[in-house]
Nanobody
């Protein structure tokens, strides 16, 4: 069983930066796609950014040019660098890993969520 632990959330002023991390534990044989979702107050959950095993990235239009997703396969860790933060970025951010573990096989795991609040 693969578990994900997120860190790096917090409160920041508009224009500020935060870096989220998501570390996976468990016997991971191979990590495939990884990504970040978020859910703001009163809003539907949405994809923020994703990264494939080959490091191809995809971003929501609302965060392009401001957020950068990256991964460290050796550490089984996913990152989200968030710059030029706006109040509308306020949300709970969730990380997701897909891959193969030993001995359980394929997995699709989610983190517990970390709060990001952007306000003056």
């Amino acid at each position: 069983q693969v578990q994900l632990v997120e860190s790096g959330g917090g409160s920041v002023q508009p224009g500020g930066s935060l870096r989220l991390s998501c570390a996976a534990s468990g016997n991971i044989f191979r990590s495939n796609a990884m990504g970040w979702d978020r859910q703001g107050p009163g809003q539907q959950r949405e994809l923020v950014a994703s990264i494939t095993s080959g490091s191809s990235t995809n971003y929501a239009d609302s965060v392009k040019g401001r957020f950068t997703v990256s991964r460290d396969n050796a550490k089984n860790t996913l990152y989200l660098q968030m710059n030029s933060l706006k109040p509308e970025d306020t949300a709970v951010y969730y990380c997701n890993f897909k891959g193969v573990s030993i001995p359980f096989g394929t997995f699709d795991s989610w983190g517990q969520g970390t709060q990001v609040t952007v306000s003056a």
